[in-house]
């Protein structure tokens, strides 16, 4: 099925690990983002990218990096991970739809545990 | 700085009820409000929109309502079913250097009762 595929799903890090989150949309959108989701704080943005080649911060960018790898990919990294980064994080894309906004895809999700 | 304040934080109605969710913005400039939908273990979804010229939308049990003096906009559930059970998202967007700026509410979450 078309949309946003996430992975990995689930994964545990120990403190000072890295890793980097993958996400490739299928839906030729311009825009992609990341979002992290932590009870009672709703989504707060981490990085975006308007286009391809470019990236900037969002809300909530320190201790993250991104790539916007080609118009499909765009990953998120944890340099070297800390428990205040334990959340489930999203990857989303946007188009626009009728009515002129814009409406986000999101994808399904990793649940990341810092320990 | 929260710029998008949703209430309640949760919320328990009876399979036929309505349910009333309500978001206060403080942006003039905010130019899109959209309500995402969220299942447990899964991402939020689209679920309904509306334009600030616009006071009210409805699509199907799902309803609007748009307030633009008191910056204020609520979304209708009409005869709650069980299925509709989810943490529901208002958002508020706005054009802002190339890319939509989207400022999410904290989230209501529902539980219908059978």
């Known amino acids: 099925n078309a949309g946003v595929t996430q992975t990995p799903k689930f994964q545990v890090l120990k403190t000072g690990q890295s890793m980097t989150l993958q996400c490739a949309q299928d839906?030729?959108?311009?825009?992609m983002y990341w979002y992290r989701q932590d009870p009672g704080m709703g989504l707060r943005l981490i990085y975006y990218?308007?286009?391809?080649?470019?990236?900037d911060k969002g809300e909530v960018p320190n201790g993250y990096n991104v790539s916007r790898l080609n118009k499909r990919e765009f990953s998120l990294r944890l340099e070297s991970a800390a428990p205040s980064q334990t959340s489930v994080y999203f990857c989303?894309?946007?188009?626009?739809?009728?009515?002129?906004?814009?409406?986000?895809?999101f994808g399904s999700g990793t649940r990341l545990t810092v320990v | 700085q929260q710029q998008v304040k949703q209430s309640p934080q949760s919320l328990i109605v009876q399979k036929g009820g309505i349910s009333i969710i309500n978001c206060a913005y403080e942006?003039?400039?905010?130019?899109?409000f959209p309500w995402y939908q969220q299942f447990p273990g899964k991402g939020p979804a689209l679920l309904i929109a509306?334009?600030?010229?616009?006071s009210e939308k409805k699509e199907g049990r799902f309803t609007i309502s748009f307030n633009k003096s008191a910056k204020q906009f609520s979304l209708h559930i009409m005869d709650s079913q069980p299925g509709d059970s989810a943490t529901y998202f208002c958002?508020?967007?706005?054009?802002?250097?190339?890319?939509?700026?989207?400022?999410f509410g904290t989230g209501t979450k529902l539980q219908v009762i059978p």
């Open positions: 989303a894309s946007s188009e626009q739809v009728a009515g002129g906004g814009y409406g986000y895809t």
């Open positions: 839906m030729n959108h311009n825009s």
């Open positions: 990218s308007a286009s391809e080649g470019t990236t």
């Open positions: 942006n003039t400039a905010f130019d899109y």
């Open positions: 509306i334009r600030p010229d616009v």
């Open positions: 958002a508020a967007s706005m054009n802002s250097g190339g890319y939509q700026k989207v400022t």
